[in-house]
């Protein structure tokens, strides 16, 4: 089924972007690896990424400035004349706090209320940059909504 849905031109676009109150981002963002697959009926996703604050966003970080930090999801369908068109997104929202007092890094998945101590900000940013087995969305229901987007594209 993987091939069949390269062949329609299915695209994943995996951003990262650290935005706060303030709009300090990251003073680089790459991409190492992303992939998709299927495990009974459910695409899930691996990436793995790499962000380096700037000194000033460093600063204000230890500072006591939390940082929330967006990885977006989105699963196109590529079309040639047009926008490409989106039918899936998913974001990952992570808070990032220094605790002075400590001097660990606090890390809030905001998706699931989960919260990581970690001793340095190295070990806090590679948490972050890490997807593993991230659940998409279920293939029969891709099936069922791309099936609904090529019918209402063919009637134009």
């Known amino acids: ?3 069949r849905i390269k062949k ?4 994943c676009i995996i951003i990262l972007i650290i935005f706060t109150n303030r709009l300090i981002h990251a003073e680089s963002v790459n991409i190492n690896s992303a992939s998709t697959y299927i495990d009974n009926d459910i695409f899930y996703l691996d990436s793995s990424s790499e962000f380096y604050l700037s000194k ?5 970080l230890r500072q006591g400035i939390s940082f929330e930090i967006h990885t977006d999801f989105q699963l196109l369908i590529k079309q ?3 926008w490409n068109k989106i039918i899936f997104e998913k974001k ?11 001097e660990n890094f606090l890390i809030t998945n905001m998706n699931t209320g989960i919260v ?3 001793k340095n900000l190295d070990a806090a940013i590679n948490a972050i940059s890490k997807i593993s087995k991230m659940k998409l969305f279920k293939q029969s229901k891709l099936q069922k909504k791309y099936k609904l987007l090529s019918e ?3 009637v134009s």
């Open 8 to 11: 329609v031109g299915l695209i």
């Open 92 to 102: 990952i929202i992570h808070k990032l706090e220094h605790k002075p007092l400590t």
């Open 116 to 118: 990581n101590y970690y």
């Open 56 to 60: 000033e966003a460093y600063k204000a």
């Open 1 to 3: 089924m993987l091939i």
């Open 152 to 154: 209402n594209s063919s």
């Open 80 to 82: 040639k004349w047009f």
